[in-house]
C-alpha cells in the first residue's frame, strides 16, 4: 500500500504530464512514440485506482466507447419469426402432453367404470383391468401435474 505522501506525488506527476501533452510546445515537436505521455497518465491513473485512496478524484472522466450495433431487416425478421415458431412448438408440445395424459386418465377411467360390480364378485380378469385403470389415471394424474409443474417453473424462471 502506498503512503499519503507518494500518493500525492502520483497525483502531482499526473497533473504534470496532463500539463506537458496539452501544451503547444509539446504538439509543435510532433512526437509520436510507441508509448506516450498519455499511456504514462494511463498507467499512474490505474496505479491510483488500485489503491483507492480515500481523498484521490481523478482528473479527467475516462473514455467510455458506446456501440449500436445495427441489424439489417431480415435479421430481424428472421429472429422474430423463429422465436414465435419456438414458441409454438412449446405450447404444442404442452398440449400434446396434457391431452395425452387426459386420453390416458378416460383410457383408465373406462377400465374400471366396465367392471364396476368388482366387489360382489371375484372374477381375476376383472380385477387386472380394474387395477390397470386405477394405474393409467393415476400415471395420467402424474403426468399432468408434473407437466403444471413444469410450466409454472418455466413462467416463474421466466419473470
Given at each position: 500500500?502506498?503512503?499519503?505522501?507518494?500518493i500525492?506525488?502520483l497525483?502531482?506527476?499526473e497533473?504534470?504530464?496532463?500539463?506537458i501533452?496539452?501544451?503547444p510546445?509539446?504538439?509543435?515537436?510532433?512526437?509520436h512514440?510507441?508509448l506516450?505521455?498519455?499511456?504514462?497518465?494511463?498507467?499512474?491513473?490505474?496505479l491510483l485506482d488500485?489503491?483507492?485512496p480515500?481523498?484521490f478524484?481523478?482528473t479527467?472522466?475516462?473514455?467510455?466507447?458506446?456501440?449500436?450495433?445495427?441489424?439489417?431487416?431480415?435479421?430481424?425478421?428472421?429472429?422474430?419469426?423463429l422465436?414465435k415458431?419456438?414458441?409454438?412448438?412449446?405450447a404444442s408440445?404442452?398440449?400434446s402432453?396434457f391431452?395425452?395424459?387426459?386420453?390416458?386418465?378416460s383410457w383408465?377411467?373406462?377400465?374400471?367404470n366396465?367392471?364396476r360390480?368388482?366387489?360382489h364378485?371375484?372374477?381375476?380378469?376383472?380385477t387386472?383391468?380394474?387395477?390397470?385403470?386405477?394405474?393409467?389415471?393415476?400415471?395420467?394424474?402424474?403426468?399432468g401435474v408434473?407437466?403444471?409443474?413444469?410450466?409454472?417453473?418455466g413462467?416463474?424462471?421466466?419473470?
Amino acid at each position: 500500500m502506498l503512503t499519503d505522501e507518494q500518493i500525492d506525488q502520483l497525483i502531482t506527476a499526473e497533473q504534470w504530464l496532463e500539463q506537458i501533452q496539452d501544451s503547444p510546445e509539446f504538439e509543435a515537436l510532433d512526437y509520436h512514440p510507441d508509448l506516450n505521455i498519455a499511456d504514462a497518465r494511463q498507467a499512474i491513473a490505474e496505479l491510483l485506482d488500485t489503491q483507492k485512496p480515500s481523498n484521490f478524484n481523478p482528473t479527467e472522466d475516462k473514455p467510455v466507447m458506446h456501440l449500436c450495433i445495427v441489424r439489417p431487416w431480415w435479421q430481424q425478421a428472421q429472429e422474430c419469426l423463429l422465436s414465435k415458431l419456438a414458441e409454438a412448438a412449446i405450447a404444442s408440445l404442452f398440449l400434446s402432453g396434457f391431452l395425452g395424459s387426459a386420453a390416458l386418465f378416460s383410457w383408465g377411467m373406462d377400465g374400471i367404470n366396465r367392471n364396476r360390480d368388482f366387489f360382489h364378485r371375484v372374477d381375476w380378469e376383472a380385477t387386472a383391468e380394474t387395477c390397470q385403470g386405477a394405474a393409467l389415471s393415476t400415471f395420467a394424474v402424474f403426468l399432468g401435474v408434473s407437466l403444471t409443474g413444469g410450466v409454472v417453473a418455466g413462467v416463474r424462471k421466466d419473470a
